[in-house]
Protein backbone atom coordinates (compact mmCIF):
# COMPACT_ATOMS: atom_id res chain seq x y z
CA UNK A 1 0.00 0.00 0.00
CA UNK A 2 1.26 3.64 -0.80
CA UNK A 3 -0.16 6.52 1.75
CA UNK A 4 -0.76 10.32 1.69
CA UNK A 5 -0.40 11.84 4.64
CA UNK A 6 -4.38 13.57 4.89
CA UNK A 7 -6.09 16.69 7.43
CA UNK A 8 -5.22 16.62 11.59
CA UNK A 9 -7.59 14.37 12.71
CA UNK A 10 -8.54 15.67 15.92
CA UNK A 11 -9.32 19.33 14.14
CA UNK A 12 -7.19 21.58 16.46
CA UNK A 13 -8.54 20.68 19.68
CA UNK A 14 -5.76 18.60 20.89
CA UNK A 15 -2.24 20.62 21.24
CA UNK A 16 -0.51 18.81 18.30
CA UNK A 17 -2.04 17.57 15.58
CA UNK A 18 -3.06 13.82 14.81
CA UNK A 19 -1.65 13.24 11.09
CA UNK A 20 -4.30 10.75 9.10
CA UNK A 21 -2.52 8.43 6.47
CA UNK A 22 -4.74 7.28 3.85
CA UNK A 23 -4.84 4.37 1.30
CA UNK A 24 -4.40 5.86 -2.51
CA UNK A 25 -5.45 3.25 -3.84
CA UNK A 26 -9.19 3.60 -2.10
CA UNK A 27 -8.89 6.88 -0.86
CA UNK A 28 -10.47 5.53 2.86
CA UNK A 29 -9.82 7.74 5.46
CA UNK A 30 -11.16 7.41 9.29
CA UNK A 31 -11.95 11.19 10.07
CA UNK A 32 -15.60 10.36 8.87
CA UNK A 33 -16.25 7.76 11.30
CA UNK A 34 -17.06 9.28 14.31
CA UNK A 35 -16.73 12.72 16.19
CA UNK A 36 -13.33 13.61 17.70
CA UNK A 37 -13.88 14.51 21.55
CA UNK A 38 -10.21 15.05 23.37
CA UNK A 39 -11.81 13.71 26.68
CA UNK A 40 -14.94 11.91 28.49
CA UNK A 41 -18.36 13.09 27.92
CA UNK A 42 -21.03 11.81 29.70
CA UNK A 43 -23.38 8.87 27.67
CA UNK A 44 -26.14 7.41 28.74
CA UNK A 45 -26.78 5.83 32.10
CA UNK A 46 -23.61 7.85 33.32
CA UNK A 47 -23.75 9.29 37.06
CA UNK A 48 -20.88 11.15 37.47
CA UNK A 49 -19.94 13.77 34.73
CA UNK A 50 -16.51 13.53 33.80
CA UNK A 51 -15.64 16.62 33.72
CA UNK A 52 -17.20 17.19 37.21
CA UNK A 53 -14.90 19.13 40.07
CA UNK A 54 -15.48 16.42 42.64
CA UNK A 55 -12.18 16.04 44.08
CA UNK A 56 -10.47 18.41 46.78
CA UNK A 57 -7.44 20.57 45.85
CA UNK A 58 -3.92 21.24 47.26
CA UNK A 59 -2.59 24.48 48.82
CA UNK A 60 0.80 24.81 47.04
CA UNK A 61 1.64 27.89 45.62
CA UNK A 62 4.99 26.65 44.30
CA UNK A 63 5.60 25.70 40.49
CA UNK A 64 5.83 22.35 41.58
CA UNK A 65 4.57 20.53 44.10
CA UNK A 66 6.78 18.52 46.50
CA UNK A 67 6.58 15.02 48.36
CA UNK A 68 6.73 16.54 52.11
CA UNK A 69 4.21 19.43 51.58
CA UNK A 70 1.59 18.57 49.02
CA UNK A 71 -1.52 17.30 50.75
CA UNK A 72 -2.45 15.47 47.25
CA UNK A 73 0.98 13.91 47.36
CA UNK A 74 1.17 13.07 50.58
CA UNK A 75 -2.50 11.24 50.18
CA UNK A 76 -2.18 9.53 46.95
CA UNK A 77 1.60 9.37 46.46
CA UNK A 78 3.78 10.73 43.70
CA UNK A 79 2.82 8.86 40.93
CA UNK A 80 5.44 10.72 38.16
CA UNK A 81 9.21 11.47 38.15
CA UNK A 82 10.37 14.75 37.34
CA UNK A 83 10.22 14.66 33.90
CA UNK A 84 6.44 13.48 34.22
CA UNK A 85 7.14 9.87 33.40
CA UNK A 86 5.00 7.27 35.41
CA UNK A 87 7.49 6.09 38.32
CA UNK A 88 7.08 1.69 39.33
CA UNK A 89 3.28 1.73 40.92
CA UNK A 90 3.72 -1.91 42.22
CA UNK A 91 2.97 -2.35 46.09
CA UNK A 92 3.81 -4.98 48.35
CA UNK A 93 0.19 -6.59 47.70
CA UNK A 94 1.15 -8.44 44.19
CA UNK A 95 0.26 -7.43 41.25
CA UNK A 96 -1.60 -4.17 43.12
CA UNK A 97 -1.05 -0.63 41.97
CA UNK A 98 -1.58 2.51 44.08
CA UNK A 99 -3.94 4.79 42.03
CA UNK A 100 -2.78 7.97 40.53
CA UNK A 101 -4.18 11.76 40.91
CA UNK A 102 -3.06 14.13 39.54
CA UNK A 103 -3.13 17.99 40.91
CA UNK A 104 -6.58 19.97 39.82
CA UNK A 105 -7.96 22.80 38.67
CA UNK A 106 -8.57 23.14 42.80
CA UNK A 107 -4.83 23.35 43.42
CA UNK A 108 -2.84 26.03 43.90
CA UNK A 109 0.16 25.11 41.61
CA UNK A 110 0.92 25.94 38.38
CA UNK A 111 0.17 24.21 35.16
CA UNK A 112 3.43 23.19 35.12
CA UNK A 113 3.77 21.54 38.50
CA UNK A 114 5.06 17.53 37.80
CA UNK A 115 1.69 16.24 39.36
CA UNK A 116 0.00 17.28 36.35
CA UNK A 117 0.56 15.05 33.23
CA UNK A 118 -2.47 13.85 31.65
CA UNK A 119 -4.63 17.08 31.72
CA UNK A 120 -2.20 18.29 29.33
CA UNK A 121 -2.92 16.39 26.56
CA UNK A 122 -0.76 15.12 23.91
CA UNK A 123 3.14 15.35 24.23
CA UNK A 124 4.38 13.62 20.90
CA UNK A 125 2.87 13.51 17.07
CA UNK A 126 0.88 10.44 16.50
CA UNK A 127 -0.19 8.89 12.95
CA UNK A 128 -3.34 6.89 12.55
CA UNK A 129 -2.86 4.82 9.11
CA UNK A 130 -4.08 2.01 7.19
CA UNK A 131 -3.53 -1.60 8.39
CA UNK A 132 -2.67 -4.64 6.86
CA UNK A 133 -5.37 -7.18 8.29
CA UNK A 134 -6.30 -4.92 11.38
CA UNK A 135 -7.99 -1.69 10.05
CA UNK A 136 -6.87 1.43 11.12
CA UNK A 137 -3.71 1.60 13.26
CA UNK A 138 -1.85 4.70 15.78
CA UNK A 139 2.19 5.12 15.41
CA UNK A 140 4.37 7.45 16.69
CA UNK A 141 6.34 9.82 14.81
CA UNK A 142 9.04 10.40 17.11
CA UNK A 143 10.74 8.25 20.05
CA UNK A 144 8.63 8.01 23.19
CA UNK A 145 10.64 6.82 26.29
CA UNK A 146 9.44 4.72 28.49
CA UNK A 147 6.67 5.84 31.30
CA UNK A 148 5.72 8.61 29.19
CA UNK A 149 1.98 9.47 29.00
CA UNK A 150 0.93 8.90 24.79
CA UNK A 151 -2.83 9.76 24.79
CA UNK A 152 -5.97 9.05 26.78
CA UNK A 153 -8.91 6.38 25.41
CA UNK A 154 -11.39 8.44 26.09
CA UNK A 155 -15.45 8.73 24.70
CA UNK A 156 -18.93 8.09 25.62
CA UNK A 157 -19.08 7.26 30.15
CA UNK A 158 -21.77 4.98 29.84
CA UNK A 159 -24.00 3.31 32.99
CA UNK A 160 -23.99 -0.55 32.75
CA UNK A 161 -27.19 -0.93 31.42
CA UNK A 162 -26.33 0.95 28.22
CA UNK A 163 -23.00 -0.51 28.16
CA UNK A 164 -24.87 -4.20 28.06
CA UNK A 165 -27.74 -2.68 25.59
CA UNK A 166 -25.06 -1.22 23.19
CA UNK A 167 -22.84 -4.65 23.61
CA UNK A 168 -25.67 -7.00 22.59
CA UNK A 169 -26.52 -4.87 19.65
CA UNK A 170 -23.41 -5.36 18.12
CA UNK A 171 -23.58 -7.75 15.03
CA UNK A 172 -20.36 -10.26 14.36
CA UNK A 173 -18.98 -8.02 12.00
CA UNK A 174 -18.77 -5.17 14.23
CA UNK A 175 -16.06 -3.68 15.86
CA UNK A 176 -15.89 -3.59 19.56
CA UNK A 177 -15.08 -0.42 20.99
CA UNK A 178 -16.35 -0.41 24.40
CA UNK A 179 -13.82 -0.94 27.26
CA UNK A 180 -14.71 -2.39 30.91
CA UNK A 181 -12.57 -1.01 33.52
CA UNK A 182 -13.01 -2.42 36.94
CA UNK A 183 -10.70 -0.87 39.83
CA UNK A 184 -10.61 -3.03 43.46
CA UNK A 185 -10.46 -0.29 46.32
CA UNK A 186 -10.83 -3.45 48.84
CA UNK A 187 -11.83 -7.07 49.40
CA UNK A 188 -15.75 -5.73 48.69
CA UNK A 189 -15.38 -2.63 47.16
CA UNK A 190 -15.07 -2.73 43.24
CA UNK A 191 -16.12 0.02 40.49
CA UNK A 192 -16.61 -0.14 37.05
CA UNK A 193 -15.85 2.39 34.16
CA UNK A 194 -17.13 1.99 30.62
CA UNK A 195 -16.33 3.89 28.43
CA UNK A 196 -17.10 3.54 24.42
CA UNK A 197 -15.53 6.00 21.55
CA UNK A 198 -17.55 4.53 18.70
CA UNK A 199 -19.64 7.47 17.96
CA UNK A 200 -17.43 10.24 19.88
CA UNK A 201 -13.65 9.70 20.99
CA UNK A 202 -9.87 10.27 20.45
CA UNK A 203 -7.02 8.76 18.89
CA UNK A 204 -7.36 6.37 21.25
CA UNK A 205 -10.03 4.56 19.75
CA UNK A 206 -7.70 3.45 17.22
CA UNK A 207 -4.92 1.89 18.82
CA UNK A 208 -4.77 -2.18 18.23
CA UNK A 209 -4.49 -5.21 20.36
CA UNK A 210 -1.22 -6.64 20.73
CA UNK A 211 -0.34 -9.67 22.97
CA UNK A 212 3.12 -8.23 23.55
CA UNK A 213 2.27 -4.29 23.52
CA UNK A 214 4.43 -1.20 24.14
CA UNK A 215 1.50 0.47 26.25
CA UNK A 216 -0.40 -0.05 29.35
CA UNK A 217 -3.70 1.36 30.25
CA UNK A 218 -3.79 3.40 34.07
CA UNK A 219 -7.17 4.78 35.69
CA UNK A 220 -5.63 8.73 36.37
CA UNK A 221 -7.86 10.90 38.51
CA UNK A 222 -8.07 14.28 38.25
CA UNK A 223 -10.62 16.69 38.41
CA UNK A 224 -13.77 13.86 38.90
CA UNK A 225 -14.24 10.80 40.46
CA UNK A 226 -14.42 9.14 37.02
CA UNK A 227 -11.03 7.88 35.81
CA UNK A 228 -9.40 9.30 32.82
CA UNK A 229 -8.26 5.53 30.43
CA UNK A 230 -4.39 6.79 30.10
CA UNK A 231 -1.90 4.88 27.93
CA UNK A 232 1.61 5.23 29.41
CA UNK A 233 4.92 3.42 27.39
CA UNK A 234 6.27 0.17 28.93
CA UNK A 235 9.63 0.46 27.29
CA UNK A 236 11.15 2.93 24.81
CA UNK A 237 9.18 3.43 21.54
CA UNK A 238 11.03 3.65 18.39
CA UNK A 239 9.86 6.75 16.06
CA UNK A 240 7.51 4.62 13.12
CA UNK A 241 6.65 1.90 15.70
CA UNK A 242 2.98 1.24 16.10
CA UNK A 243 1.50 1.65 19.15
CA UNK A 244 -0.50 -1.22 20.23
CA UNK A 245 -1.98 -2.30 24.15
CA UNK A 246 -3.29 -5.30 25.45
CA UNK A 247 -7.19 -5.35 25.62
CA UNK A 248 -7.56 -7.87 28.58
CA UNK A 249 -5.01 -5.67 30.76
CA UNK A 250 -2.28 -8.28 31.34
CA UNK A 251 0.55 -6.12 30.87
CA UNK A 252 1.42 -3.89 32.79
CA UNK A 253 1.29 -2.51 36.63
CA UNK A 254 -2.29 -2.11 36.59
CA UNK A 255 -3.86 -5.34 35.69
CA UNK A 256 -4.69 -7.54 37.74
CA UNK A 257 -7.53 -10.78 38.25
CA UNK A 258 -9.79 -11.67 41.06
CA UNK A 259 -11.23 -9.81 43.77
CA UNK A 260 -7.95 -9.14 46.14
CA UNK A 261 -7.80 -6.56 49.08
CA UNK A 262 -5.89 -3.32 47.95
CA UNK A 263 -5.25 -0.04 48.77
CA UNK A 264 -6.54 1.14 45.35
CA UNK A 265 -6.52 0.29 42.13
CA UNK A 266 -6.61 -1.46 39.45
CA UNK A 267 -8.32 -4.46 36.89
CA UNK A 268 -8.41 -3.57 33.69
CA UNK A 269 -10.87 -6.07 31.38
CA UNK A 270 -12.26 -5.29 28.16
CA UNK A 271 -15.36 -7.28 26.99
CA UNK A 272 -14.66 -7.95 23.29
CA UNK A 273 -18.20 -10.24 22.55
CA UNK A 274 -19.65 -9.82 19.26
CA UNK A 275 -23.44 -10.35 20.34
CA UNK A 276 -25.69 -12.22 22.12
CA UNK A 277 -25.11 -15.54 24.53
CA UNK A 278 -25.50 -17.55 21.31
CA UNK A 279 -23.63 -15.08 18.78
CA UNK A 280 -20.13 -15.09 21.25
CA UNK A 281 -16.81 -16.32 19.15
CA UNK A 282 -13.44 -15.71 19.40
CA UNK A 283 -12.01 -13.32 16.94
CA UNK A 284 -8.56 -14.06 15.88
CA UNK A 285 -5.85 -11.55 17.07
CA UNK A 286 -3.40 -10.29 14.24
CA UNK A 287 -0.39 -8.88 15.83
CA UNK A 288 1.80 -11.76 14.61
CA UNK A 289 3.73 -11.44 18.11
CA UNK A 290 5.69 -14.49 18.89
CA UNK A 291 3.49 -15.00 21.93
CA UNK A 292 0.09 -14.47 20.34
CA UNK A 293 -2.86 -15.95 21.57
CA UNK A 294 -3.95 -16.54 18.49
CA UNK A 295 -7.23 -14.84 19.68
CA UNK A 296 -8.50 -11.51 20.90
CA UNK A 297 -8.94 -11.84 24.29
CA UNK A 298 -12.85 -11.99 25.47
CA UNK A 299 -14.27 -11.78 28.97
CA UNK A 300 -17.98 -11.69 29.65
CA UNK A 301 -18.21 -11.47 33.17
CA UNK A 302 -17.67 -7.44 33.23
CA UNK A 303 -20.93 -6.96 30.67
CA UNK A 304 -22.91 -9.98 30.98
CA UNK A 305 -24.37 -10.98 27.40
CA UNK A 306 -26.72 -13.55 28.50
Known amino acids: MSFITGLDLCNGMENLPVLTESDVSNGESPVAAFQYTPENIPGPGCTHHPSEMT???????????????????????????????????????GDYSRPVFECNALCGCSET???????????????????????????????????SFVCEYAG?????????????A?????????????????????SETFVDPAAMGNVGRFLNHSCQPNLSMVPVRVHSLVPRLALFALR???????LTF??????GSTAMKGPKP????????????????????????????QNCSLFLPLDISVINTS
Open 262 to 289: SSGPVAIESSCSTGGAGALKRKPCQCGT
Open 156 to 168: EVLGYEEACRRQR
Open 55 to 93: LPGCDCRSASCQQGSCSCLQAYGQAYDSDGRLRDRGTEQ
Open 113 to 147: CSNRVVQRGLRFHLSVFPTQGKGWGVRTLEPIPRG
Open 170 to 190: QGPGDMNYIIAVREHAGPDRV
Open 246 to 251: DYSGAH
Open 236 to 242: DVAAGEE
